[in-house]
């Protein structure tokens, strides 16, 4: 686990973790008017959520009629910054980094479902901690997930913030780089606190990681206003988005699991403008960290 750091600092290294994940393969083959070059954002090691992404990687192809080449940077804002470098052509991005990427101007986006009325994220300590509450944070340490991350950083961050928590002051944080490792640092005592999506509460159990007596949930953030978005770098032809926007979200919805990981079983947005990200900036501001910083 990695020490926290600032996010300009971290946004540094993400800048360059993307640049590295995609190959020059990759940047040679986006050139290519038959190929698209599809990322997705980091999520955990579990195979079943892999195989769950190729089939989206696969569906991409089948909604455009072109072949797909999947690509998985390493970091949430590594995959804005593929998109921003001509890296990538179509991405899925969490609610967070899409916010963060129109406002730069890095991606123009295609698709923004609307949030769920669920808490979006859970933090969770053991069983037998002291910690029965957000407020009782206060003097611990805290594993989230990457910078980059919507209900693994920004969501929660912005819960403790409105407990009064800092981060820095009232509880030190990491990032652990992923949902399974925060939970994992967690079980490995390395951590107090580890925050995640709330989705995935139930799959880490079922996965065996922990069972309901040996964690505590001390906490639940808001649901999020905005779900996750299709995105395109800038210059991707029209008949390449309009094909996303005709064919990809009915094919999501028809697939339950992939409709589960993304979060995409309700109403959504063709070619959002800004105000559709807005609320996410006002969380954000709440929790103390300033989009415009994150570059």
Not at 69 to 96: M, Q, T
Not at 202 to 227: C, E, K
């Amino acid at each position: 686990m990695r020490a926290r750091v600032g996010i300009a600092v971290a946004l540094t290294a993400v800048a360059s973790l993307a640049l590295s994940s995609c190959s020059t393969e990759s940047e040679a083959s986006s050139a290519d008017s038959n190929q698209i070059i599809f990322a997705t954002p980091p999520g955990t090691d579990d195979v079943k959520e892999l195989a769950i992404m190729t089939d989206v990687a696969d569906m991409v192809g089948t909604a455009t009629g072109k072949t797909v080449k999947h690509e998985s940077p390493a970091d949430y804002l590594g995959v804005v910054e593929a998109v921003r470098n001509g890296f990538v052509d179509i991405a899925v991005l969490s609610p967070f980094s899409a916010a963060l990427a129109f406002k730069t101007g890095s991606v123009e986006p295609i698709l923004a479902w609307n949030g769920a009325p669920d808490p979006a994220s859970y933090c969770l300590a053991k069983s037998d901690s002291t910690i029965q509450s957000v407020t009782d944070i206060k003097g611990h340490q805290v594993a989230f997930v990457d910078p980059g991350s919507t209900t693994g950083y920004f969501m929660p961050k912005a819960m403790m913030a409105e407990a009064g928590l800092t981060d820095g002051t009232d509880y030190k944080s990491t990032f652990a780089g992923g949902h399974d490792s925060a939970v994992l640092a967690l079980m490995n005592g390395n951590v107090d606190v580890a925050c995640t999506a709330r989705q995935l509460y139930t799959s880490f159990i079922a996965g065996g990681m922990f069972t309901a007596d040996d964690v505590r949930i001390v906490g639940q953030s808001a649901p999020i206003p905005v779900g996750v978005s299709i995105v395109a770098r800038s210059g991707l032809d029209s008949e390449t988005r309009d094909a996303i926007k005709d064919n990809l979200p009915a094919m999501l919805s028809a697939n339950p699991e992939a409709s589960k990981i993304l979060g995409v079983g309700g109403t959504y947005t063709a070619d959002p403008d800004f105000s559709v990200y807005e609320p996410l900036v006002t969380i954000a501001e709440a929790a103390g960290v300033d989009l415009d910083n994150i570059r």
